[in-house]
């Protein structure tokens, strides 16, 4: 058996039941598959399942999509997004939903998930400044990218919001004293949820280096400028950009990510990238608060 697939059956033991993929996620990624598709059909499905029209709606009417006028219908949200854009966004709030279920009305749920909306914004932001030609996929990765630790905390219970209060929170601490304690980090997990739900490889290869460990090199992914992308993403929205005094964030400036960019827009040196990324903070506060 190769070695990740190994690796990654131990942390999907060690973790217990996973859940399942829910019925509208299979269904919109089979129908969506099929290029004859009408529109109509694919607005049936969703449909039937009313929050998620709403969430759409209100994300198709949001600051992410610029639009010129009030997007009232699914069908019309969906001839304007694009198919490939809507499964996106169908299946990143259908995850993240099917991992918080009702028992989870814990407060860290609530600010996992606004941190994920934040870090979907800020993805979602750079990756059009950096035209790197993502639809969708920088969205739902930065909107996915902490879900193991929603599946820890499923899985874990409180031991885990102890392990959390220790590390103050996020970051390398973080996946540091969960290696020690669990033998894997949060990233880990959200990978092995990524494979076990038979999500695209780019996407559980970025979700997977989010964080700094053995072998997370964006070089080794899927696609290089997407788990890039949720890095200089995730470490931006951890960034205060309100004081321009105060140096770069070693972490959102970081060269590896910068340059598997692979583009002449990505500003060469640290200083320049600090600017870029100061320049869109504003927007990110007023996205993120538009979509809670
Ligand atoms: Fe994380
Ligand atoms: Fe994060």
């Keep these: 058996m190769p070695l990740r697939q190994e690796r990654l059956e131990k942390i999907i033991e060690s973790v217990g039941e996973l859940p399942a993929l ?21 607005s049936d499905r969703v449909q039937r399942d009313p929050g998620l029209a709403a969430k759409i709606l209100k994300i198709s009417n949001s600051p992410f999509y610029g639009m010129k006028q009030y997007v009232g219908t699914l069908k019309l ?7 490939r854009e809507l499964r996106n966004i169908v299946l990143g709030i259908s995850l993240f939903e099917t991992l918080q279920d009702g028992r989870m009305q814990h407060v860290l749920v609530r600010e996992i998930w606004e941190h994920s909306l934040r870090v979907g914004a800020w993805c979602r932001r750079l990756g059009a400044a950096l035209s790197l030609g993502l639809q969708g996929e920088d969205f739902i990765c930065g909107l996915l990218h902490d879900m193991g630790k929603i599946v820890l905390l499923r899985q874990v219970g409180d031991d885990y919001l102890k392990l959390i209060k220790r590390s103050g929170g996020h970051g390398q601490t973080l996946c540091q004293i969960e290696t020690n304690v669990l033998g894997f980090d949060h990233a880990d997990a959200a990978e092995a ?18 964080h700094e460990g053995p072998n997370r090199t964006f070089g080794a992914a899927n696609d290089p400028r997407l788990a890039a992308l949720v ?9 205060d950009f309100s004081n321009a005094d105060q140096p770069p964030g070693p972490s959102c400036t970081r060269e590896e990510a910068w340059l598997a960019f692979g583009t002449p827009k990505a500003p060469s040196d640290a200083a320049q990238r600090r600017v870029m990324l100061a320049a869109f903070a504003t927007e990110i506060q007023e996205m993120q608060m538009l979509l809670l």
């Design 22 to 42: 829910p019925n509208i996620v299979a269904d919109v990624l089979s129908i969506t598959e099929d290029p004859t598709i009408a529109v109509s059909q694919i």
């Design 77 to 83: 949200a969906i001839v304007i997004l694009g198919v």
């Design 193 to 210: 949820l990524a494979t076990h739900w038979n999500l695209p490889q780019a996407l559980s290869d970025a979700l997977w280096m989010h």
């Design 231 to 239: 890095w200089v993403a995730d470490a931006a929205a951890r960034e």
